[in-house]
């Protein structure tokens, strides 16, 4: 079982950066891939990025390829989502999940609670 706790989120403006947080209990953290999705108003759940369990290898959709960053850090049990170059279309729902390395929702049965995002204009 996996517990996962985001944090992080806030209000920023266009072009500026935010980093969020990802606070993971029990120890299957470290042995699966992690992922960031995100929901916007009215919109479905989409990926974000994903990172595998060791690290070596990272994933984005292309939206945000070049301006953010996932990591992991398996010794304290945390994941990472910096996002720099914010858009006002980056407004949403942040989510952590915990699962196997995928672009779709129903790859992850673990997720957080959810974190806003959002960029004004």
């Known amino acids: 079982q996996v517990q996962l706790v985001e944090s992080g989120g806030g209000l920023v403006q266009a072009g500026g950066s935010l980093r969020l947080s990802c606070a993971a209990s029990?120890?299957?953290?470290?042995?699966?891939?992690m992922g960031w999705f995100r929901q916007a108003p009215g919109k479905e759940r989409e990926f974000v990025a994903a990172i595998t369990w060791n690290a070596d290898n990272t994933y984005y959709t292309d939206s945000v390829k070049g301006r953010f960053t996932i990591s992991r850090d398996n010794a304290k049990n945390m994941g990472y989502l910096q996002m720099n170059s914010l858009k006002p279309e980056d407004t949403a729902v942040y989510y952590c999940?915990?699962?196997?390395?995928?672009?779709?929702?129903?790859?992850?049965?673990?997720w957080g609670q959810g974190t806003q995002v959002t960029v004004s204009s």
């Open positions: 999940t915990v699962g196997a390395t995928a672009m779709v929702t129903t790859a992850y049965p673990y």
């Open positions: 029990g120890r299957i953290f470290t042995t699966k891939a």
